[in-house]
């Protein structure tokens, strides 16, 4: 088995082909940062911090094992923390460029990008508590600080383009218009119901961008040809204007503007938006032995029926769920659930870090899936994160695990394994101090 340090001579390896070591210089001046001749310099420690989370986020102690080099704990935290997260952010975009340049997967002519948002949990400290919060229901002291993060990832290739975190009470709504600089004419954007609105659609059919999301709950659609829209009785009927039926549940409607602009966006930009957008409204059925028969209602601005045939939109939206699984893999498999970073600036830093090494694996994916001629997503993630913390430098890429198709695969959310249960905390730490002091002295 390779030890460690050939491990990160590995990692560099594989780095310098998307991730050139004069890049990442380029990147921290550009960021303003300048440093001195010194250990962790920007390459060192930038190399580090991809053995440190590949490993699972391991312990900083652990690195002068991994690394089989000395490594100082506080040295290497100031020199993280010297880092310019712009020039990480920046990093992370020109890698996923680089990475997705190799994979021209596209549908219908288009380049599909997926948005959608998840959390992870940071560690309890005042900054980050003031500054992200913690879940409602919870007392003072007794929830960890939750950070919010938003993706916006490639279809097929599963590449990250962006990450935003933010605050845990914000809509997703609020800052997707962030990710729109990283989208152009021939992209399209497909989300959940929580990115449906007409300022949305507005905003990306202005920019050239098409948007495909399930239709909002709020939303009432009726698939009656010239059916009245809503009137001063606003119960039960649409808010849109029919203009075109192209098929069984499948219809195009001008969506009307409404009169006051969403929380997140300024009255001047919402004044700026088009007072009607048309809009096809279409709805499928899934049929699921065992489940629920679930309706699913999309809303996009592909109107073309003849190049974006209905049967095609709805095999689209399946792809989207892919994203859940990619969180997974963040989230559970590279173990980002929980970060380790105590300032808010440590903590933007540790995800782009994660998003640059789930990139790298995907890479990887993408090489061994073109060899062994299927699909990006069909190749096990895990065995090639195992492949990568396990390969010499130089050695040639074997066939990876494919795992097998299973679309009718349903298991409950349930668990058979019994972990050892604690009461919750309820009250902050220091009262229950306070209460088994009292506890000890009644005892005596």
Same mark, same amino acid.
Not at 145 to 160: E, H, Q, R, Y
Not at 208 to 217: K, P, Y
């Given at each position: 088995?390779?030890?460690?340090?050939?491990?990160?001579?590995?990692?560099?390896?594989?780095?310098?082909?998307?991730?050139?070591?004069?890049?990442?210089?380029?990147?921290?001046?550009?960021?303003? /940062?300048?440093?001195?001749?010194?250990?962790?310099?920007?390459?060192?420690?930038?190399?580090?911090?991809?053995?440190?989370?590949?490993?699972?986020?391991?312990?900083?102690?652990?690195?002068?094992?991994?690394?089989?080099?000395?490594?100082?704990?506080?040295?290497?935290?100031?020199?993280?923390?010297?880092?310019?997260?712009?020039?990480?952010?920046?990093?992370?975009?020109?890698?996923?460029?680089?990475?997705?340049?190799?994979?021209?997967?596209?549908?219908?002519?288009?380049?599909?990008?997926?948005?959608?948002?998840?959390?992870?949990?940071?560690?309890?400290?005042?900054?980050?508590?003031?500054?992200?919060?913690?879940?409602?229901?919870?007392?003072?002291?007794?929830?960890?600080?939750?950070?919010?993060?938003?993706?916006?990832?490639?279809?097929?290739?599963?590449?990250?383009?962006?990450?935003?975190?933010?605050?845990?009470?914000? /809509?997703?709504?609020?800052?997707?218009?962030?990710? /729109?600089?990283?989208?152009?004419?021939?992209?399209?954007?497909?989300?959940?119901?929580?990115?449906?609105?007409?300022?949305?659609?507005?905003?990306?059919?202005?920019?050239?961008?098409?948007?495909?999301?399930?239709?909002?709950?709020?939303?009432?659609?009726?698939?009656?040809?010239?059916?009245?829209?809503?009137?001063?009785?606003?119960?039960?009927?649409?808010?849109?204007?029919?203009?075109?039926?192209?098929?069984?549940?499948?219809?195009?409607?001008?969506?009307?503007?409404?009169?006051?602009?969403?929380?997140?966006?300024?009255?001047?930009?919402?004044?700026?938006?088009?007072?009607?957008?048309?809009?096809?409204?279409?709805?499928?059925?899934?049929?699921?032995?065992?489940?629920?028969?679930?309706?699913?209602?999309?809303?996009?601005?592909?109107?073309?029926?003849?190049?974006?045939?209905?049967?095609?939109?709805?095999?689209?939206?399946?792809?989207?769920?892919?994203?859940?699984?990619?969180?997974?893999?963040?989230?559970?498999?590279?173990?980002?659930?929980?970060?380790?970073?105590?300032?808010?600036?440590?903590?933007?830093?540790?995800?782009?870090?994660?998003?640059?090494?789930?990139?790298?694996?995907?890479?990887?994916?993408?090489?061994?899936?073109?060899?062994?001629?299927?699909?990006?997503?069909?190749?096990?993630?895990?065995?090639?994160?195992?492949?990568?913390?396990?390969?010499?430098?130089?050695?040639?890429?074997?066939?990876?695990?494919?795992?097998?198709?299973?679309?009718?695969? /349903?298991?409950?959310?349930?668990?058979?394994?019994?972990?050892?249960?604690?009461?919750?905390?309820?009250?902050?730490?220091?009262?229950?101090?306070?209460?088994?002091?009292?506890?000890?002295?009644?005892?005596?």
């Amino acid at each position: 088995m390779a030890t460690m340090a050939r491990t990160l001579e590995r990692i560099k390896q594989d780095l310098r082909t998307f991730l050139p070591d004069r890049l990442i210089l380029q990147c921290c001046r550009q960021a303003g /940062h300048r440093w001195r001749r010194r250990r962790f310099d920007p390459l060192a420690t930038f190399h580090l911090f991809i053995l440190q989370v590949l490993n699972f986020n391991t312990a900083i102690v652990h690195l002068r094992h991994l690394a089989k080099q000395s490594v100082n704990a506080a040295a290497y935290c100031k020199a993280r923390m010297r880092l310019p997260l712009a020039a990480l952010q920046m990093l992370l975009r020109r890698t996923a460029a680089a990475m997705a340049s190799g994979s021209q997967s596209r549908w219908c002519r288009l380049r599909v990008l997926l948005v959608d948002g998840s959390s992870t949990i940071a560690p309890d400290t005042p900054q980050l508590l003031k500054n992200f919060g913690h879940p409602s229901g919870q007392k003072p002291g007794c929830g960890l600080p939750v950070a919010k993060i938003l993706g916006l990832m490639d279809a097929f290739s599963g590449l990250i383009m962006e990450v935003l975190c933010f605050p845990l009470f914000t /809509h997703d709504m609020s800052r997707v218009c962030k990710l /729109h600089p990283l989208l152009g004419s021939g992209d399209l954007l497909v989300g959940d119901r929580g990115f449906c609105s007409f300022a949305h659609l507005s905003m990306l059919f202005s920019r050239g961008i098409a948007g495909l999301f399930r239709m909002h709950q709020r939303q009432i659609v009726s698939f009656r040809p010239h059916r009245k829209r809503r009137g001063k009785d606003k119960r039960g009927k649409p808010s849109s204007r029919f203009v075109k039926r192209l098929g069984k549940w499948d219809q195009i409607v001008q969506w009307i503007k409404p009169k006051e602009p969403p929380r997140w966006m300024s009255r001047r930009q919402y004044a700026a938006l088009p007072a009607t957008l048309r809009v096809r409204e279409l709805r499928f059925v899934l049929p699921r032995r065992g489940q629920r028969t679930r309706v699913v209602t999309i809303v996009t601005t592909l109107l073309d029926p003849k190049l974006y045939p209905k049967e095609k939109i709805a095999a689209l939206y399946a792809v989207r769920w892919r994203v859940e699984t990619h969180f997974a893999e963040l989230k559970t498999t590279l173990k980002m659930r929980k970060l380790k970073s105590k300032t808010v600036a440590g903590v933007q830093k540790e995800l782009a870090i994660y998003c640059l090494v789930y990139n790298l694996i995907h890479a990887v994916m993408l090489q061994a899936a073109a060899r062994q001629k299927v699909t990006a997503d069909r190749i096990s993630f895990i065995d090639t994160l195992r492949w990568l913390l396990s390969a010499e430098p130089g050695e040639e890429l074997p066939n990876l695990l494919v795992n097998r198709l299973r679309p009718d695969r /349903h298991e409950p959310r349930t668990l058979k394994d019994r972990p050892a249960t604690y009461s919750k905390m309820t009250v902050s730490r220091q009262q229950w101090k306070k209460r088994l002091k009292i506890r000890v002295k009644t005892l005596k």
